[in-house]
């Protein structure tokens, strides 16, 4: 799937085990009956709109109208670019990178998830990383920030393995209570090297808001 009018489909960042990529009409499908299956024990919610919440179909359909609607609104100065994470031909779950007024700022924030079948293997360590890889070294990023409530120990261990810090917290309403959201910041010069391979990036810079290539 290529457009010359849209070069982020032609984008793809690879590691040792993944293949990450923004989502043809198949892989969103895919991508949606996974989310459909469960995505965290129902009785914690690791995320801020509880999208989860909804039954599976509704679930499913939901996720679809997102992304569409993250494609309809990027902006060079305020995108967020989804992923599907590719393992081995089977989509397992999906990374996000968001920026605002980037080219600015130069900061970078993330945000995933993994179908249940594929936590606790050390797929989102290698995803997160395959993004800071695109943000550091592709688009110039020099912070990267994350997120989580404080309970969410497995984004706090990808977190902590990829050298970020603790940033200060917050608080959230979440299911009529609050929550304790713990921010994490990651610096360039912190960074630890991880083998990730950028193709397709340069026709995507504008969309960025960075100057084109070359």
Request: charge should be neutral; aromatic fraction near 8%; include cysteine.
């Amino acid at each position: 799937m290529t457009s010359p009018h849209w070069p982020l489909f032609g984008l793809r960042l690879r590691t040792p085990r993944l293949r990450l990529r923004v989502p043809t009409p198949a892989d969103l499908d895919a991508l949606a009956d996974l989310a459909a299956e469960g995505v965290h024990d129902p009785d914690t919610q690791p995320f801020a709109i509880p999208w989860t919440d909804a039954p599976p179909a509704e679930r499913a359909r939901g996720l679809l109208q997102y992304h569409w609607s993250e494609w309809a609104a990027w902006r060079p100065s305020a995108w967020t670019l989804n992923l599907v994470v590719d393992l081995d031909g089977t989509i397992v779950g999906t990374q996000g990178l968001m920026g605002t007024d980037f080219s600015i700022l130069r900061e970078v924030s993330t945000g995933s998830w993994l179908g249940r079948r594929y936590q606790g293997q050390g797929i989102g360590t290698e995803m997160r990383a395959a993004v800071l890889g695109l943000a550091f070294d592709g688009l110039g990023a020099e912070h990267a920030v994350s997120a989580a409530f404080a309970d969410n120990a497995a984004s706090f261990a990808v977190s902590r393995k990829l050298g970020y810090r603790e940033d200060g917290i917050e608080r959230r309403v979440v299911r009529g209570r609050p929550m304790v959201v713990r921010r994490m910041r990651l610096d360039r010069a912190g960074r630890p090297a991880a083998p990730v391979t950028i193709e397709g990036l340069a026709p995507c810079l504008p969309l960025f808001g960075l100057p084109p290539a070359g």
